[in-house]
């Protein structure tokens, strides 16, 4: 028999359930939880045992994000997540920003669409034991059609090989898409089934019909992959949502409809509102995000989609929790946990109902997803000690001192803090100016 851990935990949050558990001692072996029981009744320790006490830490299972694109390195623009930087370093840069990711107590990411092999080959390094790092859910380039999110660049640019989209403007072309990326060894497939074009009436129009997105998602299904798409408008939701796909991000505009549609398909919702709230609170005016009315439309957008996840919470609609970490407003490391305060303030889950959501709920997305996300007999031991009780106030799980240790296979993990300077490599936009300097522009001054 292999030592075994044990510890005692004043406080305990399975994951599995909405409230904690006093008094509880975990036996774990092998990385795996062997026991989880009152410790009244904990078996007897044994030579050999090692014992750890948590003390007066709260007790949890480590955090799942379902939105983190480990290789967009912070980016301030599109151009930024595609052009400055080779996918060779890209995916060096995504192995240490997925340490900063563990470090906040995130111990299972799921990457919904990178460049390339880049996340893939930071999931394979920390598989092999090369380096310590999350559970990481891999994908390759976002499938997108004409007009959907990642087909951002003008139409005379499309999407070269090293950028995170990848058109596929026919119904062969997608399949073989859905093929390559399979082959190449992705965990979920990501399709962006809306972006950037509108009707009259200002609704979103879905880049790619029902029958594409359900050839789609039945091949990748068969091949024993998940699918996961970016949809903001109805349309897009329900052809999604009809289709089977896994994770509809955002949904922000579903109708009665589509959420008829996803409790029939058993689609879940990542609603991933961090982005937006991190962007309409922190875009300061001198910023093109303003200028643009980027900003502005954010705020409306963020309106809508309270009562429509509100609705799709009443529904019974399952949530995960994504923060769509990588961006210049959502930094790799710190605003993970964001998106369970927006949760319980926006959407209305209790704290408990949250937490279990950024735990088993989110975890199950992850290949083992069912041995993940929870502390349980037969499960992963991977769970943090946190100074301050979340279910009292989740906000605490932002704090970098809360997270006072994270267990990844039963065993504390330690990420040494380490500076990032992106201006000392080519990871810049070349954006020099945010004004024209006309002569009544400049008078004005
Ligand atoms: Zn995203």
Known sequence: ?????????????TGLEEQARSNQTLV???????????????PPQQPGDSVMDAGAHFVMPGLADAHTHLVFGNARSEEDIDFWTTPEFRALRG???????LAAGYTSVVVPGDAGNCSIAVRDAINAGLFTGPRIAASSNVIANRHSLNDWFPEHVGTPDYVSGRLCTTREAQLAEVRRQAKAGVDCIKVAMDGTHFREDGTHIAAFTQDEISAMVDEAHRLGKKVVTHAYGKEAVLYAARAGVDVINHAFFADDACIEAMLRSGSKVS???????NNVEFSADHEPSVGSGYKAAQLRVIEVAKKTLRRMREAGVPFVAGSDSG??????????AREIEILVDWIGF???????????????LLPRGNTLGAIAPGRRAD??????????????????DAIAAVHLDG??????????DPYKVTHLSSLKWTEVYTRERVAAK
């Not at 774990?28 to 904990?42: D, Q, S």
């Not at 209790?350 to 199950?364: D, F, K, M, Q, W």
């Open 1 to 13: 028999m292999s030592a075994r851990t044990i510890v005692r935990c004043a406080r305990l949050f």
């Open 28 to 42: 774990i072996e092998g990385g795996v939880f062997r026991h989880v029981v009152p410790t009244a009744e904990a």
């Open 95 to 101: 192995l240490f920003f997925a340490q900063r990711v």
């Open 271 to 277: 609603p991933t509102l961090t982005f937006l709230r």
């Open 327 to 336: 961006f210049a407003v959502t930094p790799y490391g710190e605003w993970h």
């Open 350 to 364: 209790t704290p408990g109902e949250a937490l279990r959501i950024a735990t088993s709920g989110t975890a199950a």
């Open 383 to 400: 769970f943090l000690f946190v100074a301050g009780d979340p279910l009292q106030d989740v906000r605490i799980l932002q704090r970098k």
């Open 411 to 420: 065993r504390a993990v330690r990420i040494e803090e380490r500076a990032y």
